[in-house]
């Protein structure tokens, strides 16, 4: 399996554009978690699947952050208009429902909001 | 609501002398602890995990971790370091029952001097 596969890896983009992340999780995984992290506030869960509904997204931090998981293989993180405070790396983790797994984390997206 | 403390930001230790970095958890029932480990520019990567069963689990390279109720604490401990070891160490808590929602810790950044 090639495992949790992000992309872009990287993405610079001017304040006031859209964003779009995309995660594939790892086949059979049923649970898909995005997470930012920050030198300020480390790793932040704002929003997490199961079986492609959104269960909690309390971390969301405002309206202009959206996710979406359309099918059990595919995920998006959506940020409508960017701003410079969203600058961060944005990881994706999937992972079974059974507790003896932990989560399986993509290698990140690196944003920059100039 | 759980909570997850790294009490070291930063440690250094020489290469070839003993680890342990520190983690003290705050949870209600018995929780499910994990340490991840990230290298820069790198997602994190699952090092070990304990859920029930002996107190002291054995992980991937080399790495072992002693869950100490009476303390609320799972260290994470290697007898001798390596170079390659260094890297930011996440500590992560669970709720019982479940691999979701996992809680984590502000990491501890290990550097290895030759």
């Known amino acids: 399996d090639a495992g949790v596969i992000q992309s872009p890896r990287h993405e610079v983009t001017e304040m006031g554009q859209e964003v779009t992340l995309r995660c594939k999780p790892i086949?059979?995984?049923?649970?898909l978690f995005w997470y930012r992290q920050t030198m300020m506030r480390g790793l932040e869960l704002l929003i997490y699947?199961?079986?492609?509904?959104?269960?909690?997204d309390s971390g969301m931090p405002e309206d202009r952050f959206s996710a979406k998981m359309p099918n059990a293989s595919f995920s998006t993180l959506k940020i409508q208009p960017s701003e410079p405070r969203d600058s961060a790396v944005y990881f994706c983790?999937?992972?079974?429902?059974?507790?003896?797994?932990?989560?399986?984390f993509g290698s990140g997206t690196r944003l920059t909001v100039v | 609501a759980q909570s997850v403390t790294q009490p070291d930001i930063h440690i250094t230790v020489s290469e070839g002398a003993s680890l342990e970095l520190r983690c003290n958890y705050s949870?209600?029932?018995?929780?499910?602890l994990f340490w991840y480990v990230q290298s820069p520019g790198q997602g994190l990567q699952l090092l070990l995990k304990?859920?029930?069963?002996?107190?002291l689990v054995q992980g991937i390279k080399g790495f072992e971790a002693e869950f100490k109720r009476s303390q609320s604490s799972f260290n994470l401990r290697k007898p001798s370091v390596h170079w390659s070891d260094a890297a930011e160490y996440f500590c992560?808590?669970?709720?019982?029952?479940?691999?979701?929602?996992?809680?984590f810790g502000s990491g501890t950044q290990l550097t290895v001097l030759p």
């Open positions: 983790a999937s992972s079974l429902t059974d507790p003896n797994y932990g989560y399986t």
């Open positions: 086949s059979g995984h049923n649970s």
């Open positions: 699947f199961n079986n492609n509904v959104p269960i909690d």
């Open positions: 949870y209600g029932a018995t929780p499910y």
């Open positions: 304990y859920f029930s069963g002996d107190t």
């Open positions: 992560a808590v669970g709720p019982s029952g479940s691999a979701r929602q996992l809680t």
